[in-house]
T-cell receptor, first 118, second 114 residues
Framework: SQTIHQWPATLVQPVGSPLSLECTVE??????LYWYRQAAGRGLQLLFY??????ISSEVPQNLSASRPQDRQFILSSKKLLLSDSGFYLC?????????????????FGPGTRLTVL | AQSVTQPDIHITVSEGASLELRCNYS??????LFWYVQSPGQGLQLLLK??????LVQGIKGFEAEFKRSQSSFNLRKPSVHWSDAAEYFC????????????FGKGTHLIIQP
């Protein structure tokens, strides 16, 4: 069965410090991978998605970047955190488009990372 | 532009009572629709999904949802709620055919009172 891991679970960082959040998926190959941010009262905002190693699509311009160094690893980074980067970060995966003609984005979420920037 | 609206930010229901959470979408064709549940501090768990066919879909934990094209709605229902159902519920949709992410509503916070 497939599992998705995120770490750390919680993180408190000062403004201006760097960030690295990691997400890994087990039990599947070539998944589509996603980073979402959830701010209070604002639902989920898609930040990045990836359909393969080294392939990153950004949905909104911001202080963050993403990388996919391995097939089942997705990393969210920042060089200098802002107060507005605080939130709950969720990683998700979905089967790749090769799953069928009617591919759909049924997504499976990790446990999340609570980031507080002070 | 495609969007999802969950009109109710908070809903309070007595334990054992029935529940309906509303979801409306804006899209020119039939989307793929999902309901997710999130317990405090946790990730999202898929409750159910609609892609095509029967417009009444059954999910986990006794939930069901009905797709109504004429109303652009996909409301979530449960005949009798339990205290453990207290959580945040998100409706989401995908236009299909691509790997870009889901579009989520802002969520409905469900409170269960004894």
């Amino acid at each position: 069965s497939q599992t998705i891991h995120q770490w750390p679970a919680t993180l408190v960082q000062p403004v201006g410090s760097p960030l690295s959040l990691e997400c890994t998926v087990e039990g599947t190959s070539n998944p589509n991978l996603y980073w979402y941010r959830q701010a209070a009262g604002r639902g989920l905002q898609l930040l990045f998605y990836s359909v393969g190693i080294g392939q990153i699509s950004s949905e909104v311009p911001q202080n963050l970047s993403a990388s996919r160094p391995q097939d089942r690893q997705f990393i969210l980074s920042s060089k200098k955190l802002l107060l507005s980067d605080s939130g709950f970060y969720l990683c998700a995966w979905s089967p790749s488009g090769l799953a069928g003609l009617n591919s759909y984005n049924e997504q499976f979420f990790g446990p999340g990372t609570r980031l507080t920037v002070l | 532009a495609q969007s999802v609206t969950q009109p109710d930010i908070h809903i309070t229901v007595s334990e054992g009572a029935s529940l309906e959470l509303r979801c409306n979408y804006s899209y020119g064709a039939t989307p793929y629709l999902f309901w997710y549940v999130q317990s405090p501090g946790q990730g999202l768990q898929l409750l159910l999904k609609y892609f095509s066919g029967d417009t009444l879909v059954q999910g986990i934990k006794g939930f069901e949802a009905e797709f109504k094209r004429s109303q652009s709605s996909f409301n979530l229902r449960k005949p009798s709620v339990h205290w453990s159902d207290a959580a945040e519920y998100f409706c989401a949709f995908d236009s299909g055919g691509g790997a870009d992410g889901l579009t989520f509503g802002k969520g409905t916070h469900l409170i269960i009172q004894p």
